[in-house]
């Protein structure tokens, strides 16, 4: 005789039967799928004076499609004429089990972007079980009606802050999202039909109130700081580097397209470097020119095919750098405000160098140098806005920016993302494996049919 024991219960295999208990109950399945309890007991008087009085089938649609049959013994107390049944838990639990499973399984492939057919599809395929994309719908609205909106109480007074436009059947409608910079939790992610300053205002306003307001981390959009210093008089701003040197890149390809020169390449470099450590950038540069001026000749051609080649150069090295830290999980180093004073100083003092639009971007971040450079007197405050760029690229993509239908589905969503970034149990994380591994020992004291 072999036995398999389980949590719940165990099985014992002969030539003549099948038995498993449960706690102190005991159960026997002959060879036609007939569950009996071994001492059944009346639950009305306690009697154990029964007899067995036939039998009814377990019909549900997941004991069918595994293709054994389940008959649920049926008796009647002799003493007080009471009929009832044996105890069916082990068999629910297992269809409750395997149907949250599924659940699981189609609301994740809907919170993953996948269409209600493809979701449906990918059961039917994989588990054999079809159900209808409006089944699929239904069951993914209930799952987000039952979020709960969470209020912070607390939180650390220093927030990412930033807009993003999605499509509504081709309409836009606008995200305005705030992160809080130290602890990472989402205070507010919801639509709005624009980003006008009232809107703006308003959002700001009834998600923050009651709570620490020391700063913010915003993008450069120059309305920005009356609309919070309005709200918020004493709040601080820290704008984001990377916006600054997105917009100064922006600027070098509006005057000279791709085809930079070396040395104005150079010259942007050494603003990139005000903030955070580029000189390997620019030592690299340095070698490129110097090679540039040996090997240059009085055939312009030649020369700006010669340029076009180590201007590729110096891009697959930037490029392998980029990797390097993605391997080693580290950021480009940021400076001290003692060491950017000092660049600045440099910059400033060189600034007939560099081209009109450049110059007036120089004299941008002298003139709102505080709003640069909050990030080295604070060490809550961080100097990009990426935060909160990371938890847009986590939500949504760009393809699935413009794909909502409607204004439901939109603040859905949004509810649904930050529930699950700030923590929030959403989806059950049931597994096919464990499943198997709890009831494999009772599907497999049945006969298939």
């Known amino acids: 005789m072999k036995t398999i024991k389980s949590k719940k219960f165990s099985i014992e295999y002969n030539t003549r039967l099948t038995s498993f208990g449960a706690g102190k109950q005991s159960y026997v399945i002959l060879p036609n799928g007939k569950i009996k309890e071994k001492s059944p ?86 588990i054999g079980i079809s ?25 650390s007074g220093v927030y990412h802050y930033d807009e993003q436009f999605l499509y509504v059947n081709g309409i836009k409608v606008c995200r305005l999202t705030v992160k809080d910079a130290v602890t990472n939790k989402i205070i507010c992610d919801m639509s709005t039909s624009d980003a006008k300053e009232d809107t703006i205002k308003k959002t700001l306003s009834y ?61 942007v470099y050494l603003l990139f470097d005000i903030f955070f450590d580029h000189t390997i950038e620019l030592d690299k540069l340095k070698e490129l020119m110097n090679q540039f001026e040996k090997q ?13 080649t180590l201007r590729k150069s110096f891009s697959e090295f930037v490029h392998s750098l980029k990797k390097k830290r993605r391997r080693d999980k580290k950021n480009i180093s940021r400076r001290t405000l003692e060491e950017s004073e000092k660049k600045f100083t440099i910059v400033y003092s060189q600034k007939s160098l560099y081209t009109k639009k450049l110059r007036k971007r120089i004299d941008y971040i002298n003139k709102n140098w505080d709003k640069f450079t909050l990030f080295q007197k604070d060490s809550r405050v961080q100097p990009t806005n990426n935060g909160l760029e990371h938890y847009y690229a986590a939500t949504l993509s760009k393809t ?14 949004l509810r649904l993302f930050k529930a699950e970034w700030n923590g929030q149990k959403i989806f059950n994380s049931v597994s096919l494996m464990a499943i198997l591994k709890e009831f494999m020992p009772l599907l497999s004291a049945f006969t298939p049919t």
């Open 41 to 126: 007991k009346c639950p009305r008087c306690g009697s154990s004076d029964c007899r067995e009085n036939g039998y009814y089938e377990i019909t549900h649609r997941i004991i069918r499609e595994l293709g054994i049959t389940a008959n649920n013994g049926q008796y009647e107390c002799k003493q007080c004429g009471h009929p009832f049944h044996t105890d069916r838990s082990l068999i629910d639990n297992f269809i409750n089990s395997l149907t949250d499973f599924i659940k699981s399984l189609l609301t994740g492939c809907v919170r993953l972007r996948m269409s209600y057919e493809a979701s449906s599809r990918i059961v039917e395929e994989k």
């Open 131 to 155: 159900y209808c994309r409006e089944y699929v719908r239904q069951l993914y609205n209930e799952v987000s009606a039952k979020v709960i909106e969470e209020w912070l109480a607390e939180t």
């Open 207 to 267: 998600h923050l109130s009651g709570l620490k307001v020391d700063c913010f981390i915003i993008d450069m959009a120059p309305h920005y700081p009356n609309i919070l210093h309005e709200l918020f008089p004493k709040a601080k701003i820290q704008w984001c580097i990377f916006h600054l040197d997105n917009l100064i890149w922006k600027e070098l390809i509006k005057t000279y397209g791709r085809n930079i020169p070396l040395h104005e390449l150079y010259n």
């Open 296 to 308: 240059k000749s009085k055939d312009e051609k030649a020369n700006k095919l010669l340029e076009k």
């Open 400 to 413: 699935d920016k413009k794909d909502f239908r409607s204004i439901y589905a939109v603040s859905r969503d």
